[in-house]
């Protein structure tokens, strides 16, 4: 059986992700307590017919007691083996969601007479960490779309091959900000930039006139061995260590041409050594 824990700050997308994986077969539970969860596990188990996938979400609606708590319950869950478990954390950045409670005039689940919506949204924070802390992977919602974040869902969860090491490649342009779901972060900033060549600015770094020009480049080349190295020492060792995703930023400064490379080139590398690895272009989507 495999138990999926949904969390995140409220307007992080929690609802949408639990929908996509209903829609795949999940068996899904909306606001579970976090006490119930041993005892939601021991009720499935016992019946015969029991849903083998399930998916529960859990926030700040809990008790603060019951999330202080979550640590240790699931450390007691996995420690008897009754179950396959992962985690789950989405956020956006503070901005996305003032924004998103915003437009929508919906009430914020910890708002009251003597806290703002903005007060609520930073305490969400703190009362969600115990969970936070232990997820497997994060998922950062901010530039991320319904259907976006429904396809990120079913991609990095629904359909990885249980016990290998899922890894994305993401570039991003840091005068964007840096994603918040990444695990490493490599700045190529330094390279030579295409963005400088008028005849180059209107492409990517998925076209051949940037390509050609990146690949001619000795130091962009050497950038790319570098991040190659650690990575085919360091991706192993996390994958030993029962580590299920890892997000890779690269990060230049708009996103369009050096990260955009140097991520299609890793990305083609380790396709070949491993069997789960995708790549996203945050800026040009």
């Known amino acids: ?34 006490l119930l969860l041993p005892d939601l596990v021991q009720q499935m188990i016992s019946e015969p017919s029991h849903p083998d996938k399930i998916a529960v979400s859990i926030d700040a609606r809990n008790l603060l007691s019951n999330l202080s708590k979550f640590p240790q319950i699931l450390e007691q869950l996995r420690a008897e ?28 689940p910890l708002s009251n007479e003597t806290k703002n919506l903005q007060q609520s949204i930073q305490s969400e924070a703190e009362l969600l960490e115990p969970i936070a802390s232990l997820a497997d992977i994060r998922i950062d919602t901010t530039r991320l779309s319904l259907y976006d974040l429904r396809d990120t869902v079913k991609l990095r969860v629904a359909k990885r091959k249980e016990q290998i090491l899922s890894v994305q490649f993401e570039s991003f342009g840091f005068k964007h900000g840096v994603p918040l779901d990444v695990d490493f972060v490599f700045d190529v900033r330094v390279l030579p930039n295409p963005h400088w060549i008028p005849e180059l600015r209107q492409y990517t770094g998925q076209q051949k006139p940037v390509q050609e020009f990146l690949g001619n480049e000795p130091e962009v080349s050497e950038m790319i061995s570098e991040i190659t190295e650690f990575l085919e020492k360091w991706l192993p060792r996390f994958a030993k260590n029962n580590r299920s995703y890892i997000t890779i930023g690269i990060g230049c400064t708009g996103g369009q041409h050096r990260s955009v490379y140097i ?17 996203r272009h945050r800026e040009l989507t």
């Open 1 to 34: 059986m495999k138990l999926v824990v949904i969390s995140g700050r409220s307007g992080s997308g929690k609802s949408t992700a639990l929908q996509a994986l209903e829609d795949i077969g999940f068996y899904c539970i909306d606001n579970l307590p976090a």
């Open 81 to 108: 083996r009754w179950a396959e478990y992962e985690v789950i954390y989405l956020d956006s950045s503070e901005a996305t969601l003032l924004k998103r409670y915003s437009s929508t005039r919906r009430k914020h």
């Open 263 to 279: 991520c299609e080139q890793l990305t083609s590398h380790f396709s070949q050594l491993m069997d789960n690895v995708h790549v």
